[in-house]
């Protein structure tokens, strides 16, 4: 692979059920991201990650939580699924050297009924 | 606050030049990124400016006013392919790579 990966591409889901979006990464880059983007809103940060083994809060992380176990792939779970979070979620990476550009995914197309 | 304005659609005939604005009102200011999206696929970089003035990539050129809270993309010789959206980001502090997005800039070239 290269670049960023993303699974599932879409998906439809029942409100209350869990899932989790996987991404995973190949060019050894240590901050990585989660988004939404909705329509009218553009993309908003849920969850970051500067470097393995850390993580922190973006602007909409309610209902969601992420890891990073390691360098390459960053997780984000939706524990009790709500029709609001309805969404394109994309994850993104950079190098992390503090003046680098973030890379995404292909994207992750989410349907909560 | 953090806020990012960007027109919501514009539109332009094929051959033509475009330019798309972004003001920012930001805590910090890093680096000014833009992107482009097509339909159903992800965002793609397209150019960063960090120093006042323009930088020149082939058909496209962006330019930055760090006084004005300002930035433009200018798209040359428009192409049908061009039709996206085009995102303004800006990155508001110094030790992470973070970024604000605005809400993008519908672009539709017409023949």
């Not at chain 1, 500067?50 to 390459?72: F, I, L, M, Q």
């Not at chain 1, 984000?76 to 190098?95: G, M, N, R």
């Not at chain 2, 030790?95 to 519908?106: P, S």
Request: proline letters at 4%; hydrophobic letters at 35%.
């Amino acid at each position: 692979i290269a670049g960023i990966t993303q699974a599932p591409t879409s998906q439809i889901l029942a409100a209350g059920r869990r899932m989790t979006l996987r991404c995973t990464q190949d060019m050894r880059h240590n901050a990585m991201y989660w988004y939404r983007q909705d329509l009218g809103l553009g993309l908003r940060l849920i969850h970051y990650s500067n470097t393995a083994g850390t993580t922190g809060k973006g602007e909409v992380p309610d209902g969601y939580s992420v890891s990073r176990a390691n360098t390459d792939d960053f997780p984000l779970t939706l524990a009790s699924a709500v029709p609001s979070q309805t969404s394109v979620y994309f994850c993104a990476s950079s190098a992390g050297t503090k003046a680098d550009t973030q890379y995404f995914g292909p994207g992750t197309r989410l349907t909560v009924l | 606050g953090q806020n990012i304005d960007q027109p919501t659609e514009m539109t332009a005939t094929e051959g033509a030049i475009v330019q798309i604005n972004c003001t920012y009102q930001t805590s910090g200011f890093n680096g000014l990124f833009w992107y482009q999206q097509h339909a159903g696929e992800a965002p793609t970089f397209l150019s960063y400016n960090v120093l006042d003035g323009l930088e020149e990539k082939g058909r496209f050129s962006s330019f930055l006013s760090r006084s004005k809270g300002y930035s433009y993309l200018l798209l040359k010789e428009l192409q049908m392919k061009d039709s996206a959206s085009y995102l303004c980001a800006v990155r508001p502090s110094w030790n992470t790579d973070k970024l604000i997005f605005g809400t993008g800039t519908r672009l539709q070239v017409f023949p």
